[in-house]
């Protein structure tokens, strides 16, 4: 079987990108796990199946690394946002549906505007917050997050009796570095492992500084694989009008055929 695919970057959060406009791709658990495997297969935090949606553009299909289906991924959503874009889709803007629904993007140079859905409710708590940016995540602030185990504790947080059993939670954890510039590092759940970067923890950490801070959009957030910007609008039910801003770049492509030969797929 012919299966082309690609690799997109988003300040580090990388995805492996196929488009399946034609159904044909094989989905499985396993497969996806291997293919996402960074020492038995090509590496990514994820993998994406762009395929049809009538009346849209394109829809996004994202799964975990682990093979999972996963719920919404910021950076994958700008990655695939390019990849539509590479594959000629639209010129400017799109219109795509995703696990949790409709999403708006603008093409602006090097950078991809992703409209995030309206974020309702955000639990606060003394120590962190609680919300689902299309993602669950925690959110908490550190003096010095270059220092912070972020791993072990992310891992302690997804697993512990709290949001274990609700089926886990992604881990963000805020060193402010000035007003409206936060640096931040992740915890993913569905790669189990911190990563360079989370589209839906930045937007997270963005409202939860809005709320703790009081910083105005659009917030600045480093990451380990880059700069992003998150803008957003407080609305009487919540926030609104939440807009993830950065880089989403191609950086390879070939076939994955030898790899189906190898699993016997
Ligand atoms: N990296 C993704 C988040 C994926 C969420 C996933 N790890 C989960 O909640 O299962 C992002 O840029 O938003």
Known sequence: MQIPFYKYQGTGNDFVMIDNRDLSFPVSKELIASI???RFGIGSDGLILLQNEPGYDFRMVYFNADGGEGSMCGNGGRCVVRFAHDLGLF????????????????????LISLKMSPVKDVERYEEFDF???????????????????????????????????????NVNFIEVIEDNHLSVRTYERGVEDETY????????????????????????????????????????????????????????EGSLDLLLDLLSL
């Open 36 to 38: 996402c495997h960074r």
């Open 91 to 110: 010129t400017d803007s799109t219109t795509f549906i995703a696990v949790d629904g409709l999403h708006e993007a603008t093409v602006m140079g090097d």
């Open 131 to 169: 919300m689902n940016t299309g993602s669950p995540h925690y959110v908490t602030y550190v003096d010095n997050v270059s220092e912070t185990d972020v791993v072990n504790i992310g891992s302690e947080i997804r697993y512990g009796s709290v949001y274990g059993p609700k089926g886990g939670t």
């Open 197 to 252: 970067s989370c589209g839906t923890g930045v937007t997270a950490c963005a409202l939860s500084a809005h709320l703790r801070k009081g910083f105005d959009g659009p917030i600045t957030i480093e990451t380990i694989g880059g700069t992003l910007k998150v803008d957003f609008e407080e609305t009487p039910a919540g926030f609104d009008n939440i807009h993830l801003i950065g880089p989403a770049v191609r950086v390879f």
